[in-house]
Structure formats: C-alpha cells, structure tokens
C-alpha cells in the first residue's frame, strides 16, 4: 500500500487511526474526528470499550496520507459537547509503513488552562454564544461593556465544574439586550470572563 522508493513520497491509499481513552471512567459511545490538515480530509470512529479505530481509504488507490501530515484529533462526547483538547499527531515513516497510527488519549475532559473563546456567530444579530473551559471548578461570570468602558451586563454563570463550554447546549448565551432588557445598539463591544483565579477579554460586534 506503500511506495518509498528514493525521491519518491511515501503514500498510502488506506490508513488507520487507532487507540485508548486512557482514565478511570467510561467513554463508549464518544465520538472520535481525526482530521488531515493538509488534505482537509475527515475520518469519525465511535469508541467502544475505550477504545477506537478510525480509517479512510481511497479505493482507486489514491495517497490519502503522507509522512509529516498533521492529523488533528478531537473528542465529543455522547451528547456532541467537546471533551477533550484538539490533538496533534504527526504521520512518521513508521506510521505509513505499517498504515497505522496507535494513540493513547488521557486528560479527557480535563482542559489545560482557562481560556475564553472567540464568541459565534461573529458579527452577530441579535444573539450570540460565548464559549469558554475551565481547567479548575470556579464560579463563573461573565459581563460585556461597550467600547467605552460602560458595563451593559453580566452573565452570572454560577459554580462550573471543570469541562470544556464550547457548544451551544453548554456556552455562555447572550441575547443582545442591556441589564434593562433593551437591544443594544450596532456597534464595538468586549466580553470578559472571570472566576476567582482567572480573567480574560475578548472583542465582538453587533451589525444590525
């Protein structure tokens, strides 16, 4: 399935991303996306046993990997909300000779760092989320000003485990209105984020 011979780039037609969710709980029925950000192409695995095997394969016999792709890995959990950091794995000569790439995944559902995440849609109107993960549990706040500084309101969040708030069922909701329940107006605003050991900032804008 391979070719390497001098000068020539290694390629495969078929190949396998396999591995463990490595921890102490249960993770069937996760959902594996492994994505080639070369090619952009996409495999998808469900994890049984924690375990997970997710293949591609060009059936005309198409290179559909080469040594030193970057293969981007993620994890949902059963109800689609992330659960992991996004993993990189770098294609070696090994992996292509052998069509596989064995990876053992930990840290699941454990994010780390803070971070607060560029809010979608962007440039919205008249409503926005705002996703966010915390590496500690924390109580959690988040309160948008306009461009001069005023305070429009405050998302009070309340206490969040530690976990990843990226999807829509789990991010921070704001429906364009002010503290008095009055549509803010088009323009510049900024969000920040913050618990008792963390704080960020972050831009976004209304176009109405």
Same mark, same amino acid.
């Given at each position: 399935?391979?070719?390497?011979?001098? %000068?020539?780039?290694?390629?495969?037609?078929?190949?396998?991303?396999?591995? +463990?969710?490595?921890?102490?709980?249960?993770?069937?029925?996760?959902?594996?996306?492994?994505?080639? !950000?070369?090619?952009?192409?996409?495999?998808?695995?469900?994890?049984?046993?924690?375990?997970?095997?997710?293949? !591609?394969?060009?059936?005309?016999?198409?290179?559909?990997?080469?040594?030193?792709?970057?293969?981007?890995?993620?994890?949902?959990?059963?109800? =689609? /909300?992330?659960?992991?950091?996004?993993?990189?794995? +770098?294609?070696?000569?090994? /992996?292509?000779?052998? *069509?596989?790439?064995?990876?053992?995944?930990?840290?699941?559902?454990?994010? /780390?760092?803070?971070?607060?995440?560029?809010?979608?849609? /962007?440039?919205?109107?008249?409503?926005?989320?705002?996703?966010?993960?915390?590496?500690?549990?924390?109580?959690?706040?988040?309160?948008?000003?306009? *461009?001069? =500084?005023?305070?429009?309101?405050?998302?009070?969040? =309340?206490?969040?485990?530690?976990?990843?708030?990226?999807?829509?069922?789990?991010?921070?909701?704001?429906?364009?209105?002010?503290?008095? =329940?009055?549509?803010?107006?088009? %323009?510049?605003?900024?969000?920040?984020?913050?618990?008792?050991?963390?704080?960020?900032?972050?831009?976004?804008?209304?176009? +109405?």
């Amino acid at each position: 399935m391979t070719r390497g011979d001098r %000068g020539v780039t290694q390629e495969t037609w078929a190949f396998v991303v396999s591995g +463990k969710l490595d921890g102490t709980q249960t993770y069937d029925g996760y959902h594996i996306t492994v994505r080639n !950000t070369r090619t952009n192409t996409v495999m998808t695995a469900q994890v049984s046993d924690n375990y997970f095997a997710a293949a !591609t394969a060009d059936l005309s016999r198409r290179s559909v990997v080469q040594v030193g792709d970057a293969l981007e890995l993620t994890v949902t959990d059963t109800t =689609g /909300n992330v659960a992991s950091e996004k993993y990189i794995f +770098k294609v070696t000569p090994d /992996n292509l000779a052998n *069509a596989l790439l064995p990876v053992i995944l930990d840290s699941i559902g454990q994010p /780390n760092k803070d971070q607060l995440l560029q809010n979608y849609p /962007n440039p919205f109107n008249p409503e926005t989320w705002i996703p966010y993960q915390l590496s500690v549990a924390a109580p959690v706040s988040i309160s948008i000003y306009d *461009a001069t =500084g005023g305070l429009v309101r405050t998302l009070t969040m =309340g206490y969040q485990s530690e976990g990843f708030y990226h999807n829509r069922g789990r991010a921070a909701y704001w429906d364009g209105r002010n503290a008095l =329940g009055e549509q803010v107006a088009s %323009g510049v605003y900024f969000y920040r984020l913050e618990t008792p050991s963390f704080q960020q900032t972050r831009r976004m804008i209304i176009l +109405k």
